[in-house]
Nanobody, 124 residues
Framework: QLQLVESGGGLVQAGGSLRLSCAAP????????MGWFRQAPEKEREFVAA????????TYADSVKGRFTISRDNAKNTVYLQVESLKPEDTAVYYC?????????????????WGQGTQVTVSS
């Protein structure tokens, strides 16, 4: 079973930035497509970004394009989400997810492994 552990969330003012990390202790992430999702209070979970196994391919939700950057370091078995120019509407619990496949997808239903989430709160 693949265990994912997120970190890096916190409270930040609008316009600020954070770097979220997702690690898989003792496991190799290079076989997995990785994604970030978020869920705000009383809202459905939504796709944020995803990255191919090699890191050469990325895709983003329109709402974060140009502000968020997903990357990965397979040597460290870690995936990152750099979040910048944060807005209050970015407030949510951010989850990383893994998909054992070569195909990058945006539906959470296609990811089989999930972390516990990290809270990002953006104050206005």
């Amino acid at each position: 079973q693949l265990q994912l552990v997120e970190s890096g969330g916190g409270l930040v003012q609008a316009g600020g930035s954070l770097r979220l990390s997702c690690a898989a202790p003792g496991r190799t992430l290079s076989n997995y497509v990785m994604g970030w999702f978020r869920q705000a209070p009383e809202k459905e979970r939504e796709f944020v970004a995803a990255i191919s196994r090699s890191g050469g391919g990325t895709t983003y939700a329109d709402s974060v394009k140009g502000r968020f950057t997903i990357s990965r370091d397979n040597a460290k078995n870690t995936v990152y989400l750099q979040v910048e120019s944060l807005k209050p509407e970015d407030t949510a619990v951010y989850y990383c997810a893994a998909r054992r496949s070569t195909i990058v997808v945006v539906s959470g239903r296609d990811y089989g492994y999930w972390g516990q989430g990290t809270q990002v709160t953006v104050s206005s």
